[in-house]
């Protein structure tokens, strides 16, 4: 949380001579260039963090027949302008112990043991081309990003970094989309050791990451690696319509046999057409077009174009529409069961439900459509001056 969250680094020294841009306080360039070739990240959305339920006995927990204390630790909070506050840490065998909403779980994050990343940070500035990166991202225990790199010799690299964990139950590997029965040792992740040096031996081996080496192009924009993987990475990937659109763009500059500049590199970072938007607005168009009142906002929308800019009436419509629309789909029920914004799902989920969706309660979807843009019509304050 420390401004700024990036800021930019050029180190020169001792055989180094590398420059991007880095972390306040880290002695390294995470992203950037040497003379060999130039690397970034985006993320993957992979699931590393497990959940383990416990049964207990006061301040003790059962596991694997045994019951165990809770390591405890007493800690000072400092606070600024008021008193300083003690809490207890506590810690079981998978990680430190979370009590929240009634649960109480220990909790694994392979960040608990990830020690060899900046090693692998410390090898690409130091690095000669593709093979030293990919060697060296072996190393590279965590965040789970897509990493790309390029040569001075021409050659690419895309590698998914980060230890992907293999949750097991009885010996039959599960997905990580439920919280274990810490007892009982469900789900555990073979090799790991919080807090320690792990050995990391029950995880995706590296060969069996998603990696491409020389690719005629590839894109990451934080959405789905690819489908029908071998292992479970995750749930957690952003809506795809940036990759989408990205791929868009390299799949039509690759059929017209045009190079890709950097012209053309940064007119693609420029790019403000907004995939929910060409997908949803015939839709919305549709629902709406007969409903009184509403003309001038369905023209808006017929006419645009889908580019996000900041003086486009249309934009800012349907940016408002699109968080109503949300609202009336899933908002009631979230809710009623008492979760937050946090809980809403992802753009993608919202804009593919179906037309009778239990989610549109007594609406349909078109319904649910029309009657959210009468609403984000009616709101007042100045909307952009052109379509």
Known sequence: MAPPVWYEMHLRGDGTDVRGVTFPGVPFVVIGENDAGAWGFTNVGADVVDFYEYETEGERYRYRGELRDFESERREIEVAGGENREVTVRKSVHGPVVEREGYRVGVAWTGHSATRTTLAIREY??????????????????????????????????????????????GETVLGDRIFDGSAGEGEWE???????????????????????????????NQRVADDLEHYIGVDYA???????????????????????PEFVADLQRDARDG?????????????????GLSDA??????????????????????????????????????????????????????????????????????????????????????????
């Not at 190393?139 to 097991?168: C, E, H, S, W």
């Not at 792990?198 to 590296?206: A, E």
């Not at 929910?276 to 009184?292: F, I, K, N, T, W």
């Open 298 to 387: 369905v023209d808006a929308l017929r006419e645009w174009d889908y580019r996000m800019t900041p003086d486009s009436r249309a934009a800012s419509l349907f940016s408002r529409w699109f968080d109503r629309f949300r609202e009336r789909a899933v908002g009631p029920v979230l809710d009623e069961a008492g979760l937050g914004e946090e809980y809403r799902p992802r753009d993608w989920v919202v804009a593919t439900l179906p037309d009778e969706d239990p989610w549109f309660g007594d609406e349909t979807r078109s319904a649910a459509m029309a009657n959210a843009l009468a609403a984000a019509a009616e709101l007042p304050g100045r909307l952009g001056g052109r379509q």
């Open 191 to 221: 090799g790991f050791e919080p807090f320690g040096e792990s050995s990391w031996d029950g995880f995706v081996p590296f060969e069996d990451k998603p990696a491409a080496v020389d690719a005629e192009y590839v894109a990451t924009a």
């Open 239 to 261: 809506s795809p319509y940036r990759g989408r659109r990205i791929y868009e763009r390299l799949d039509r500059r690759a059929a017209s046999g045009d190079p890709v500049t």
């Open 276 to 292: 929910r938007a060409a997908d949803l607005v015939p839709q919305l168009v549709d629902a709406a077009a007969e409903r009184d």
């Open 125 to 170: 500035a130091h690095s000669e081309g593709v093979d030293d990166v990919r060697e060296a991202t072996r190393k590279f225990d965590l965040p789970t990003q897509n990493l790309v790199y390029a040569d001075r010799d021409g050659r690419t690299l895309y590698q998914m970094t980060g230890k992907i964990p293999v949750r097991r139950i009885d």
